[in-house]
């Protein structure tokens, strides 16, 4: 299985010289964190009611619930340029006293892989506290004969039609994937959503689907139990030393590493290999993050990551996580390092690679 070489991040300040250094409040300066009558502000760079803000608006009562002192924490929304201008935001204004969180999701980590010089933020220099992921399916009309992913090359020579929302979108994953199989596909850019795919497979305008974990339970399932459609494999997720594993959420279906070894008959040691990887990563087995700024004070990282470990193990939070959190294990405490590195660094190699792809094969400028 892949593996994802760790990187160290520089170290942080001891709380006391750090204190000042930034000017921290006296509760913080100490060993012990006191964030007792604080308000703690949760930045999202996306618009109200998107999938992060629906993300963070169910975490932030539970992390108030187990930060030292049950702070307020308020969700801040900050959306534009593609979740790049709250980001970019976060990063110059930000101080390093707790107080602030950013929250982030594959949609910002990609621009920032990809190279886009609208970029002003870097995630080595961000203190990663929490890694949530997700996962998806992809499938294919039953009326192709095709039963699992070794029989691909069935259909390896007819051109499939898959709607896309961009090049440059999480749907980047499935277009490196696709051509990994060596499926013959056609993106059709434009779609706003991946309801939208779906509704294109549903007409028969798109012959290849995948659909994130609880759209594929509610919209896809049925459509399998009619018959009219046959799922070939989950994305999979990341264990904390980086290996590809098997959704929990679909056990029984083939990750895509699997189905890639189903259908060529091996892993390829490439370059496009490498850049899968990295989107992957990034778009979905560690999809959203949340991170303290440069500079935070070791004491309230740990007070952080502790809360978090405390909020992901809440009876309350368990019950409720429902579409949310849905079966993933939230990546806290000593593991959130490994994942948080996948979602946010890639190989310079495939770096270049992606970028000249796009830009020979589809047009893209960054």
């Known amino acids: 299985m892949t593996r994802i070489d760790r990187r160290k ?5 001891a709380a006391a010289v750090a204190a000042a250094s930034f000017g921290l409040p006296k509760a913080f300066a100490q060993d012990s964190v006191d964030f007792a009558g604080e308000t ?3 930045w999202i760079p996306f618009s109200e009611g998107g999938g992060s803000d629906v993300w963070a608006r169910f975490m932030a009562p539970y992390l108030a619930k187990h930060l030292p002192g049950q702070p307020n924490v308020i969700v801040r929304n900050v959306p534009g340029g593609g979740s790049i201008t ?3 935001e976060f990063v110059a204004r930000a101080r390093p006293d707790g107080l602030s969180l950013l929250g982030t ?4 980590q990609f621009p920032f892989l990809l ?3 609208r970029v002003r933020y870097d995630y080595a220099k961000l203190i990663p506290v929490l890694v949530s992921p997700t996962g998806g399916v992809a499938y ?3 009326s192709l004969g095709v039963a699992d992913a070794s029989e691909l090359s069935k259909i390896g020579d007819q051109e499939l039609v898959y709607a896309s929302q961009g090049a440059t979108s999480l749907d980047l994953v499935p277009l490196l994937a696709f051509r990994l199989l060596g499926l013959n596909v056609r993106h059709v ?3 706003t959503g991946r309801g939208d795919g779906r509704l294109a497979f549903e007409r028969g305008e798109a012959t290849i689907d995948y659909q994130t974990s609880s759209a594929y339970l509610t919209n896809v399932e049925p459509l399998v139990e009619a018959g009219t459609a046959v799922p070939i494999f989950s994305w999979g997720v990341l264990d ?3 290996n590809v594993q098997r959704d929990p959420t679909f056990p029984d279906l083939p990750h895509f590493v699997e189905a890639l070894e189903m259908a060529t008959g091996a892993i390829p040691d490439s370059v496009e290999f490498d850049a899968y990887m990295a989107f992957f990563g990034s778009g979905f087995a560690a999809q959203k993050p949340a991170m303290l700024p440069e500079g935070t004070p070791e004491n309230i990282v740990a007070a952080y990551r502790q809360a978090f470990a405390d909020a992901a193990a809440d009876p309350d939070l368990q019950a409720a996580k429902g579409e949310i959190l849905g079966e993933y294990e939230q990546a806290v405490g000593d593991g959130v390092q490994t994942l948080y590195e996948v979602a946010t660094t890639i190989d310079p190699e495939a770096r270049e690679w992606v970028r000249e792809f796009l830009m020979s094969e589809y047009q893209v400028q960054l």
């Open 9 to 13: 991040f520089l170290a942080a300040s």
């Open 140 to 142: 294919l009309p039953a």
């Open 240 to 242: 904390t030393e980086g």
């Open 86 to 88: 709250g980001t970019n």
């Open 105 to 108: 999701s594959g949609s910002t």
């Open 115 to 117: 190279g886009d010089t």
């Open 40 to 42: 703690i502000e949760w």
């Open 189 to 191: 850019f434009g779609m």
